[in-house]
């Protein structure tokens, strides 16, 4: 079963080092779950100061400045993994490095025909 | 540039919708998607299950943490994602309101960090 794990901290949660360490520790997580044949996909989001919200509301376009919520803590990425099952999902989350300062939502994917399995 | 967007809506008004209803939006939904691949624009997308489902990890100290739902509690749910390759904000924001649930929901969008930067995490 798939899994999107959303990676929320708070943006100036981390020094300098301690970021480096982290991309390190994370780069080596995704080439581990790829080996394992566990990775679908990662990648890290620009700060939610450039995030934006769409709504259609009776036809016309609402977009405002902003995430979709205010949070103490930040998404700031995710990764999607093919995981057996919830506890194995958590024992995934729990190496991802930032997951002793942040949080980890664990969220199972719903599989649906006709949606496009190649970019 | 790839762009993340991310649906919102509220679980219970797409569950009241009626079997017609939920027909035409899945539907309208799913040939989006094809669109969206046809011209190149779409890398991926995926339905999640229910808020309900989730569980959300911490590590304090060196112990795990897991508490079950949502990293935070809303009025609408992250019900599913969609990456996609635009030109600029205005083209994701473009693609992200022909989105049929932003007619019901919110759809944030996120543009993605090519690979984590050296110097500091946000520019």
Known sequence: ?119 | MKYLCLAYEEENVLNSLSRNEWDALRHETLSYVEELKTRGQLVSAEPLQSARTAATVRVRSGKLAVTDGPFAETKEQLGGFFLINARDLNDAIQVASKWPSARIGAIEVRPLEEGLPEERRYR
């Open chain 1, 1 to 119: 079963m798939k899994y999107q794990l959303l990676v929320y901290l708070s943006e100036n949660a981390l020094s300098d080092s301690e970021r480096e360490a982290c991309y390190l520790v994370s780069a080596q997580l995704t080439r581990h779950l790829h080996k394992e044949g566990k990775y679908l996909d990662a990648s890290p989001l620009q700060s939610v100061a450039l995030a934006t919200s769409v709504r259609v509301r009776s036809g016309k376009r609402v977009v405002t400045d902003g995430p979709f919520a205010e949070t103490h803590e930040q998404l700031g990425g995710y990764y999607l993994v093919e995981a057996d099952d919830l506890d194995e999902a958590i024992g995934i989350a729990e190496k991802i490095p930032v997951v002793s300062v942040g949080t980890i939502e664990i969220r199972p994917v719903l599989e649906i025909p006709g949606l496009p399995k190649e970019p």
